[in-house]
């Protein structure tokens, strides 16, 4: 081993590292972490949790996507140091009770996604938008998904899974869908 080789060695024992406490899907974890990490990476990595995807590793597709204190994050973009002390929930954090949330099962019943990869940005997407207007148009849930990349789909199915959720939230109870409405 050349002496360039060893020093970039020694230099990674020296790499300084931290304690970080996270409520991750409501279990309070604590992870030691560099500096330098990324969230996904103590995600992924320390966690276990692979739902969490590394894609582009610059913001741009959305597979690693999380929440963050009530806020959607590109866990590629974030140091895990600075999550310290955060509330973060994953895509398998996603559903809340017993099965799939309403979003991720409009999404595998109106085939919304083919290889998953992208999901964890679609879905929390879709649940932010769905939280801020209860009945989207096709072209405002276009909108909402822009910043997450699909290389599978046309995203056709997705603006139908998202719809069909605005439409069961906001549909009386003890009313039926008129036949033909499937995407709106």
Known sequence: MNEINQRYIDDQDSVPSRSIRLRVNRVMREVRCEDRQLLVEV???QLGLKGTHVGCLNGDCGACTVMVNGRIVKSCLMLA??????DITTVEG??????LDPIQDA???EDGFQCG????GHLFAARALLTTNANPTDAEVREALAGNLCR?????NMVKAVRKVARG???APGTTEAP?????
């Open 43 to 45: 995600i992924r990595g």
């Open 81 to 86: 140091a600075s999550a310290d002390g955060a």
């Open 94 to 99: 996603f559903a809340t009770g017993e099965g």
């Open 107 to 109: 999404f595998w019943s």
């Open 117 to 120: 990869f992208c999901l964890p």
């Open 152 to 156: 599978c789909t046309g995203y056709v």
């Open 169 to 171: 939230r906001t549909q």
């Open 180 to 184: 033909g409405t499937i995407g709106g």
